[in-house]
């Protein structure tokens, strides 16, 4: 059975302060081809909140899911994971998506057990 493909997008939301607002456009972002994405923000500073969000785009629905600030694995396993992680500085925020490092190219944007979109 070939993979099925779906567009997948991210984006961020970063805010400081009640007036200090930061949203970017959707970023598409691709499992084993874009890592890290670098998004630079206008805020100089480090920010109090940041919210990366991924958007998988399936049989014509937008499917939204939270990105995380921790690690979900790595690539040691043939099992299929997927993920996207993020860190953050007071001059961009720094996505991570599955990259084949050493072993295994399983690595997907969003994995939900059976069902694999991006």
Known sequence: MSP???????????????????????????AQ??????????LGHIPAKVDVQVKVHESGSDYIFPAS?????DDDSENVY???VYIYNEF???IFVPIKNN??????VIYT??????
Do not use: C, M
């Open 82 to 84: 997927g993920g996207v």
């Open 4 to 30: 099925k493909w779906y567009r997948v997008f991210t984006f961020v939301v970063l805010a400081t302060e009640v007036n200090s607002l930061y949203i970017s456009s959707w970023i598409p972002i691709q």
């Open 33 to 42: 081809v874009t890592s890290p994405v670098i998004i630079t923000h206008p």
């Open 69 to 73: 600030g921790s690690a979900q694995r």
């Open 113 to 118: 057990d059976n069902h694999v979109p991006g």
């Open 103 to 108: 072993e295994s190219d399983k690595g997907l």
């Open 92 to 94: 961009h925020v720094k």
